[in-house]
């Protein structure tokens, strides 16, 4: 079943949604990280270190972090989630190799291997990984049913995906205020900096059409998760959504 998320595209409707996000990613891979901490006014650190927390009470001895990016989650689990392995995969070479840097810079190559590759058609064996987590991804995949069927598949029995996505706030007073700021001001500091003009455009769209809440956890739920919960942040402009694969 398509959902409003997956006829989003950051370009054209001419190519596959896939094909515009790697174009996309691989455009802003440079300012990505400042990007991140100007939007959010560094609140995704922690949101990131919620969902980390969230995780220490499930089994992560092995961890896939899909769409990992410039590996700031898959950094943070290795930090605090010790001894633990990582594998980051995202379709973006230029993030990866971002991403890399930043690893080796924090001293974990022994801890993360990051890899390219799509996140739809995983190249990972069924029932790899303690846990399968996905940051401020999920909203990029052209196909959401088919990115949480290969993230149950590569998952063990009794294992947990931890999804961390952005989110449109409910609050009548809270609404207004974060549209303006997400259509109007990200947009216009995006051009500045990243240089590519439609990329910040296309960012509040995808917010806006996700699947949020009840909508997010049938989706999860059907894709073979039990015991799905999800966990709004500041004021909804974040979710933290949880499933697990039965044992």
């Given at each position: 079943?398509e959902?409003?998320?997956?006829?989003?595209?950051?370009?054209?409707?001419?190519?596959?949604?896939?094909?515009?996000v790697?174009?996309m990613?691989?455009?802003?891979?440079?300012?990505?990280?400042?990007?991140?901490?100007?939007m959010?006014?560094?609140?995704?650190?922690?949101?990131r270190?919620?969902?980390?927390?969230?995780?220490?009470?499930?089994?992560?001895s092995?961890?896939?972090?899909?769409?990992?990016?410039?590996?700031?989650?898959?950094?943070?689990?290795?930090?605090?989630?010790?001894p633990?392995?990582v594998?980051?995969?995202?379709?973006?070479?230029?993030?990866?190799?971002?991403?890399?840097?930043?690893?080796?810079?924090?001293g974990?190559?022994?801890?993360?291997?990051l890899t390219?590759?799509d996140c739809?058609s995983?190249?990972?064996?069924?029932?790899?990984?303690?846990?399968?987590?996905?940051?401020?991804?999920?909203?990029?995949?052209e196909?959401?049913?088919?990115?949480?069927?290969?993230m149950?598949?590569?998952?063990r029995?009794?294992g947990?995906?931890?999804v961390i996505?952005?989110?449109?706030?409910?609050s009548?007073?809270v609404?207004p205020?974060?549209?303006?700021?997400?259509?109007?001001?990200?947009?216009?500091?995006?051009?500045?900096?990243?240089?590519d003009?439609r990329?910040?455009?296309?960012l509040?769209e995808?917010?806006?059409?996700?699947p949020?809440?009840?909508?997010?956890?049938?989706?999860?739920?059907?894709?073979g998760?039990?015991?799905?919960?999800?966990?709004?942040l500041?004021?909804?402009?974040?979710?933290i959504?949880?499933?697990?694969k039965?044992?």
């Amino acid at each position: 079943m398509e959902v409003e998320a997956e006829r989003i595209t950051p370009y054209d409707h001419e190519r596959p949604k896939t094909e515009q996000v790697e174009e996309m990613f691989d455009s802003i891979a440079p300012a990505y990280d400042f990007m991140n901490r100007a939007m959010t006014f560094g609140i995704d650190r922690l949101w990131r270190a919620k969902a980390v927390r969230m995780l220490r009470k499930c089994p992560h001895s092995s961890i896939l972090d899909v769409a990992t990016g410039t590996a700031d989650l898959a950094i943070r689990m290795a930090r605090d989630l010790a001894p633990c392995m990582v594998t980051g995969i995202d379709l973006s070479e230029q993030m990866v190799a971002v991403g890399r840097r930043k690893v080796t810079q924090a001293g974990l190559d022994g801890s993360i291997s990051l890899t390219t590759g799509d996140c739809l058609s995983l190249p990972m064996a069924d029932n790899s990984f303690d846990c399968v987590t996905v940051a401020y991804g999920v909203r990029n995949f052209e196909h959401l049913d088919r990115g949480y069927r290969e993230m149950t598949r590569v998952l063990r029995p009794g294992g947990t995906v931890c999804v961390i996505e952005l989110s449109t706030p409910t609050s009548p007073l809270v609404r207004p205020l974060y549209r303006f700021y997400t259509r109007c001001i990200i947009p216009a500091i995006g051009r500045m900096v990243s240089k590519d003009r439609r990329a910040y455009s296309y960012l509040p769209e995808s917010i806006a059409a996700v699947p949020q809440g009840d909508n997010m956890l049938r989706l999860m739920r059907e894709a073979g998760l039990t015991g799905c919960m999800c966990r709004p942040l500041t004021f909804g402009t974040c979710t933290i959504y949880i499933g697990h694969k039965p044992s």
